[in-house]
């Protein structure tokens, strides 16, 4: 079975500031995928960022970008330039290669401030 | 096109009653996803549909809930009984075919809470 696990309950972020979100998870397979979700007050949730286990380069999105080590079974994400829109719930999930089913972390509250 | 939709927005009921939760998917998805979510918690599987037919139920948490999709498309999450255990946001997503390399569209979700 896999695990997701997301060690920090909220982080404060100051506008423009970087901010680093940590997850660690745990599996056998070989290959699978890792996301990075948003989820704003109005329940939605958004995806941010996506990583193939199989491809070495990080991935990026214009001011979110991810530290995978797989390795050390890690998936880090990175927001650069903070905005208040940021704010949000994240949630770092999991998918192995067979189809599409969600293993989510418990997720971390990020709370922009002016 | 219209995203993935969910209804009611929310739903208060009392112990013991029956409810209903609404998923319309995008169109032309066949993959379609419920999910929990719990105060302070990610969310969690329930069943995944492939077209009409639900190709893994495994995290239905006892024989109270079931979901059908007759037609492929809507789905709905049907729940006997509840409890104030059941109090969560439900959530559903669909995906074009539920390969793990496409994009999940998630919907607004339901909050459903029992008295």
């Known amino acids: 079975a896999q695990t997701v696990t997301q060690s920090q309950p909220e982080m404060s972020v100051q506008e423009a500031e970087t901010v680093t979100l940590s997850c660690t998870y745990d599996?056998?397979?070989?290959?699978?995928?890792l996301f990075w979700y948003k989820q704003p007050p109005s329940r939605q949730m958004i995806l941010v960022i996506r990583q193939e286990a199989y491809k070495q380069q990080n991935a990026t999105e214009n001011r979110f970008s991810v530290n995978f080590q797989k390795a050390a079974k890690s998936f880090s994400l990175k927001i650069s330039d903070s905005q208040l829109g940021d704010t949000a719930m994240y949630f770092c999930?999991?998918?192995?290669?067979?189809?599409?089913?969600?293993?989510f972390g418990a997720g971390t509250q990020v709370v922009v401030t002016p | 096109g219209a995203g993935v939709s969910q209804t009611p927005s929310n739903k208060v009921t009392e112990k013991g009653k029956y409810v209903e939760l609404r998923c319309d998917p995008i169109s032309g998805h066949t993959a379609l996803y419920w999910y929990r979510q719990s105060l302070g918690q990610g969310p969690e599987f329930l069943i995944y549909?492939?077209?009409?037919?639900?190709?893994?139920d495994s995290g239905l948490p006892n024989d109270r809930f079931f979901a059908v999709r007759p037609e492929g498309s809507v789905s709905t999450l049907k729940i006997q009984r509840t409890e104030r255990g059941d109090s969560a946001v439900y959530l559903c997503a669909s995906s074009p075919t539920g390969l793990s390399q496409e994009t999940q569209y998630f919907g607004p979700g339901t909050r459903l809470l029992v008295l």
């Open positions: 599996t056998s397979e070989s290959n699978y995928y």
């Open positions: 999930a999991f998918m192995t290669d067979s189809w599409g089913k969600f293993q």
């Open positions: 549909f492939q077209g009409t037919g639900a190709a893994d």
